[in-house]
């Protein structure tokens, strides 16, 4: 990639890094909802709502990353590339519970955050998987087969 197109690749992970942050924090809300539901607090139960709520923010987020940050609006390439888009997702999702349980529970988060701490543990994981993910979906979704540093015009 030339110096030239620098600007608009940080432009392009600016957009990416705010539609992630806002479709995370429906995605950590909806966690919560499903939570308060469940009612009892497990292990077991913590890690089935990230899982759905995971499962959620999956289909939000490949709408709104195809359409905002790749500008992709052809209805057919979007259903075709979404399975692939899915399986990504799952791996990060199972990446995401895995760190998300780790720091809550060998964490400390619960004492550290209190009635915050599953909140709190599940979005910091999802950042930290969401740097993998950018890479990924942008070289083999988006721009298929096209390098992840480049931008489209």
């Not at 759905?52 to 609006?73: D, K, N, P």
């Not at 701490?117 to 087969?145: C, K, M, Q």
Request: with cysteine; charged share 15%.
């Amino acid at each position: 990639m030339g110096a030239s197109n620098w600007p608009r690749y940080w432009r392009r992970y600016l957009v990416y890094v705010v539609v992630a942050t806002v479709v995370g924090a429906i995605t950590i809300a909806i966690r919560e909802a499903i939570a308060h539901v469940i009612g009892e607090d497990t292990k077991f139960t913590y890690a089935v709502s990230v899982l759905i709520a995971y499962a959620c923010g999956i289909v939000l987020s490949f709408f709104w990353q195809a359409r905002v940050t790749f500008r992709e609006h052809r209805v057919q390439e979007l259903r075709s590339r979404f399975s692939l888009f899915a399986v990504m997702a799952v791996a990060s999702s199972i990446l995401t519970v895995t760190i998300s349980r780790l720091l809550r529970y060998e964490g400390g988060f619960d004492h550290l955050f209190g009635i915050a701490g599953p909140g709190i543990a599940f979005g910091l994981a999802g950042v930290l998987t969401s740097v993998i993910a950018y890479a990924a979906n942008a070289r083999f979704v988006f721009d298929r087969g096209i390098s992840a540093l480049t931008v489209r015009k």
